[in-house]
């Protein structure tokens, strides 16, 4: 049982948008903007796509955004690729002693 | 551009010492917090640990009891020690840089298999 709660798939079709919820509580996404998105191709280390709620690494597109309201924050990727499919990780800081909780992952299926 | 490499023993016999180095090359350890995070096969990221530069460290309490993280500055090194290991261990080892709590460079990770 993974600390964020997210969805197990979410799937679109080249060009549509689609979003992603990470949802936990008032100790970790909903009192800090310390929440992170990655993402992981099959085989491959996990990215870093977010940081801080909707901050962007150099080099990651701008299709990439993210947003956060209450205890839920959301990756969205809008022009969905084929090169997007891949499974998608949040995570935030929390104020118990586990510091840094991470979400159970979301697969995304480009159709 | 900063490179990270796991390496050490990819089979640890149960109860035995699982010990991985992350060499760092191509940038500082300086100023950044560095990472072990693993992944079981096929299930999700679990953050293990974390050092500073200054030595300072940080651990999931879940593995608390049994785990050491540290920094060799002088080697641009750093180990992570994981002590009495089960099967349920087994599993993908990262090390990944970064600032307070997100990771910004990540390994390309090594297996570790605890088996008899």
């Known amino acids: 049982q993974s600390a964020l709660t997210q969805p197990a798939s979410v799937s679109g079709s080249p060009g549509q948008s689609i979003t992603i919820s990470c949802t936990g509580t008032s100790s970790d996404v909903g009192a800090y903007n310390y929440v992170s998105w990655y993402q992981q191709h099959p085989g491959k280390a996990p990215k870093l796509m977010i940081y801080?709620?909707?901050n962007r690494p150099s080099g990651v597109s701008n299709r990439f955004s993210g947003s956060k309201s209450g205890n839920t924050a959301s990756l969205t990727i809008s022009g969905l690729q084929a090169e997007d499919e891949a499974d998608y990780y949040c995570s935030s800081y929390t104020s118990s002693s586990t510091l840094v909780v991470f979400g159970g992952g979301t697969k995304l299926t480009v159709l | 551009q900063v490179q990270l490499q796991e390496s050490g023993p990819g089979l640890v016999k149960p109860s035995e010492t699982l010990s991985l180095t992350c060499t760092v090359s191509g940038g500082s350890i300086s100023s950044y917090y560095w990472s072990w995070i693993r992944q079981p096969a096929g299930k999700g990221l679990e953050w293990i640990g974390r050092?500073?530069?200054?030595?300072?460290?940080n651990y999931n309490p879940s593995l608390k009891s049994r785990v050491t993280v540290s920094v060799d500055t002088s080697k641009n090194e750093i180990s992570l020690k994981l002590s009495s290991v089960t099967a349920a261990d087994t599993a993908v080892y990262y090390c990944?840089?970064?600032?307070?709590?997100?990771?910004?460079?990540w390994g390309q990770g090594t297996l570790v298999t605890v088996s008899s």
């Open positions: 990944a840089r970064g600032l307070y709590v997100r990771f910004d460079d």
């Open positions: 801080d709620v909707s």
């Open positions: 050092v500073y530069n200054s030595g300072s460290t």
